[in-house]
């Protein structure tokens, strides 16, 4: 009774965690197989250059791929294309533009994070804080995302597409599955 009592006790456990520890392992194993991401063609310049010029950051006919690394042929899509830029310390600058007009994947080859395919970055700072934006959206509805499970109100809907400008995003209408 005592050893039944444990097994049934502790066995799921254990195989829980066991299948947790082979998934882990999985993942670090895919993790570690993947190229290495590689600055070739970003140029970081020192603090004594950097002190003669006012920009920060430059761009020069800069193209990126989503999902190719540095110097390979292969086909893949393209994420920016012969992007040119320069950013100045000490102005504020703002990035606007509709859906997947390459907003997100200018600050990420700015941040480093998108492989550079051609072209050159140069880059006078040490340091670089980035936050992505994660989003938050269900499997579901343009109008069931928007009024998340609330009841639905016209004119308030109504106001809430209008100001985050979903009018053009959305032409088809809110029932399109997001």
Not at 76 to 105: F, H, N, P, Q
Not at 115 to 126: D, I, M, T
Request: charged letters at 25%; proline letters at 2%.
């Amino acid at each position: 009774n005592m050893l039944q009592y444990i097994l049934s006790k502790h066995l799921p456990n254990a195989v829980t965690g066991l299948s947790e520890c082979y998934i882990s392992c999985r993942r670090i194993q895919a993790l570690l197989k993947l190229s290495e991401h590689c600055d070739q063609e970003v140029k970081e310049i020192d603090a004594e250059q950097s002190s003669n010029t006012r920009e920060v950051l430059s761009l020069l006919h800069v193209s990126c791929h989503w999902d190719r690394a540095p110097g390979k042929d292969t086909s893949s899509t393209v994420a920016l294309s012969d992007i040119s830029l320069s950013l100045e310390r000490g102005k504020l600058y703002c990035l606007i533009g509709i859906v997947g007009s390459g907003k997100s994947a200018l600050l990420a080859a700015l941040a480093g994070e998108l492989p550079v395919s051609e072209g050159k970055v140069e880059r006078r700072y040490k340091s670089l804080s980035y936050a992505v934006q994660d989003s938050w959206i269900m499997d579901a509805t343009v109008r069931e995302n928007i009024i998340m499970g609330s009841d639905f109100d016209q004119t308030w809907y109504g106001e809430v597409f209008e100001a985050c400008g979903l009018n053009d995003d959305f032409c088809q209408g809110d029932s399109q599955v997001l």
